[in-house]
T-cell receptor
Framework: DAGVTQSPTHLIKTRGQQVTLRCSPK?????VSWYQQALGQGPQFIFQ???????QRGNFPDRFSGHQFPNYSSELNVNALLLGDSALYLC??????????????FGPGTRLTVL | QKEVEQNSGPLSVPEGAIASLNCTYS??????FFWYRQYSGKSPELIMS????GDKEDGRFTAQLNKASQYVSLLIRDSQPSDSATYLC???????????FGAGTRLTVKP
């Protein structure tokens, strides 16, 4: 049973560039959430996708956008990169059950460095 | 705005001791509570979930929830050096779409 996978593992970009990160959820899961984790901090919620739509968004600018595909995989796009965007980007998957807040399982993350 | 706070670390305990990790949250509407373990350079790994007041035990781990006090804790019995990691408390609402994390407590178990 494959867990959550993310690609790439590491990425180095320069300020102003754009980046796309990818995530495949755990088998049987239909919901993908994205988080940003700065060094020494807890993960910060970016947004969540379910049924190919953004269900909820955290306090992140519009430079951060996403997409979910029919196979439940997801992409996170960040435009006009800033130095402060350097972080570990985590994808978490879960199974949506009405009225129940299910556990989320994380992928290995993508380490983004902006120079 | 949901806020999650964890007891400041780092926390150091000897091997075999009980490690106690604490977390408070501000949103009374929170419905689900999770503890994640994160080794240095790795992603968070779910170790416990708790939804109802009281205790939930899983092996050496016990999660405790008190919704009236807006408090959740994690006890690790017979601590092992392999338990050395950062422990993250996470809180979510009913619809699982806006999970908030604390900053984490770094635990070191000394042989």
């Amino acid at each position: 049973d494959a867990g959550v996978t993310q690609s790439p593992t590491h990425l180095i970009k320069t300020r102003g560039q754009q980046v796309t990160l990818r995530c495949s959820p755990k088998s049987g899961h239909d919901t993908v959430s994205w988080y940003q984790q700065a060094l020494g901090q807890g993960p910060q919620f970016i947004f969540q996708y379910y049924e190919e739509e953004e269900r909820q968004r955290g306090n992140f600018p519009d430079r951060f956008s996403g997409h979910q595909f029919p196979n439940y995989s997801s992409e996170l796009n960040v435009n006009a990169l800033l130095l402060g965007d350097s972080a570990l980007y985590l994808c978490a998957s879960s199974f949506q059950t009405p009225g129940v807040s299910r556990e989320q399982f994380f992928g290995p993350g993508t380490r983004l460095t902006v120079l | 705005q949901k806020e999650v706070e964890q007891n400041s670390g780092p926390l150091s305990v000897p091997e075999g001791a009980i490690a106690s990790l604490n977390c408070t949250y501000s949103d009374r509407g929170s419905q689900s509570f999770f503890w994640y373990r994160q080794y240095s350079g790795k992603s968070p790994e779910l170790i416990m979930s708790i939804y109802s007041n009281g205790d939930k035990e899983d092996g050496r781990f016990t999660a405790q929830l008190n919704k009236a006090s807006q408090y959740v804790s994690l006890l690790i019995r017979d601590s092992q050096p392999s338990d050395s990691a950062t422990y993250l408390c996470a809180v979510n609402g009913l619809y699982n779409n806006d999970m908030r994390f604390g900053a984490g407590t770094r635990l070191t178990v000394k042989p």
